[in-house]
């Protein structure tokens, strides 16, 4: 089995990509957010400011026409797509992918989302990946159907104890060990990046010589809309990185983002919180070089 590793600075600093300095718009990295329902507007709007915040360039965000007056209210940056129906439906699947203004290079799919039937979901994933899209899943994306679909993509898959249970149809246990074990041969056996995560987060892709261990910053993390901004900052590093570099620089900077805001407000933290100081926690971080470097 991988050896464990506890993520440090120094880690995170070692992983971290240089930005171009020529680079134009786009170069660094276009995401799309799929996610939202009549009940959660706010899901995909976290993960899609999470998801400016890492770096990246563009962000379009599908959401219910439910749920546009919402989004475009609550930022300019995002570029906000009205779906025609509250459920992800097979029809809907098609017009998302024909009403792209340019092919995102990643995808998050699930926070907030309501699903009408799980083909539907399947169908999006497929032509998603068939389009060569990188994809993240988190929250309503999270159901069995899926798994046969993703197996062998290395696409990211972002579940709580709760979630995973149902993905995989498996407790993963509550002993650190166990939990381990049980992540590091479940992104072996599908050939995808495993993010569980928890009061300590683990992370494996199931062939890298270790398996990430991160715990978590502040209990103050156990807010609403954590999750989804974790998946919004994770996709859009992941626009540069590899599933297992990305999932492990999103769970680490969205912690060290918390702690600076718990450093703020305490326990009265809440997710646009944690959004606030993203940046202040990655630009120690930042790197950029001259195109013939």
């Known amino acids: 089995m991988a050896k464990r590793i506890t993520v440090t600075p120094k880690l995170v600093k070692d992983l971290i990509v240089p930005r171009i300095a020529t680079s134009r718009k786009g170069d660094n990295g276009i995401v799309l957010v799929v996610g939202g329902s009549r009940i959660y507007h706010g899901a995909p709007i976290l993960a899609s400011i999470a998801a400016l915040r890492s770096g990246t360039d563009l962000v379009?965000?599908?959401?219910?026409?439910?749920?546009?007056?919402?989004?475009?209210?609550?930022?300019?940056?995002?570029?906000?797509?009205?779906?025609?129906?509250?459920?992800?439906?097979?029809?809907?699947?098609?017009?998302l992918m024909a009403m792209l203004p340019k092919k995102p290079h990643t995808a998050a799919i699930g926070m907030g989302m309501s699903i009408a039937k799980p083909e539907a979901l399947v169908s999006l994933i497929r032509q998603l990946r068939n389009a060569e899209i990188k994809l993240l899943l988190d929250a309503s994306a999270l159901i069995p159907e899926i798994l046969r679909e993703?197996?062998?993509?290395?696409?990211?898959?972002?579940?709580?104890?709760?979630e995973y249970k149902r993905l995989f149809e498996k407790h993963p246990g509550t002993n650190e060990d166990v939990q381990t074990s049980t992540v590091q041969t479940a992104a072996k056996d599908y050939g995808i990046t495993i993010v569980l995560k928890g009061s300590v987060n683990i992370i494996s892709d199931g062939v890298s010589e270790h398996t990430a261990v991160i715990k978590?910053?502040?209990?103050?993390?156990?807010?609403?809309?954590?999750?989804?901004?974790?998946?919004?900052?994770?996709?859009?590093?992941?626009?540069?990185?590899?599933?297992?570099?990305?999932?492990?620089?999103?769970?680490?900077?969205?912690?060290?983002?918390?702690?600076?805001?718990?450093?703020?407000?305490?326990?009265?933290?809440?997710?646009?919180?944690?959004?606030?100081?993203?940046?202040?926690?990655?630009?120690?971080?930042?790197?950029?070089?001259?195109?013939?470097?």
């Not at 546009?68 to 097979?90: F, G, N, Q």
């Not at 993703?150 to 709760?162: C, Q, R, S, W, Y």
């Not at 590093?237 to 590899?242: E, G, V």
């Not at 009265?268 to 990655?282: F, G, K, P, R």
């Open 150 to 162: 993703i197996a062998g993509t290395g696409t990211i898959v972002t579940p709580h104890a709760g």
């Open 216 to 293: 978590r910053s502040t209990p103050a993390m156990t807010v609403g809309g954590m999750g989804d901004v974790l998946s919004g900052l994770t996709v859009g590093l992941l626009t540069k990185y590899s599933s297992f570099n990305a999932s492990i620089l999103g769970v680490f900077l969205n912690g060290l983002a918390a702690s600076l805001a718990y450093e703020r407000v305490g326990l009265h933290m809440v997710a646009t919180d944690v959004i606030e100081d993203l940046s202040n926690a990655m630009k120690p971080f930042d790197l950029i070089k001259d195109q013939d470097e």
């Open 60 to 95: 379009f965000t599908a959401v219910p026409k439910s749920n546009i007056i919402a989004v475009r209210a609550y930022s300019p940056d995002i570029i906000a797509l009205p779906l025609p129906d509250d459920k992800l439906t097979s029809g809907l699947v098609n017009r």
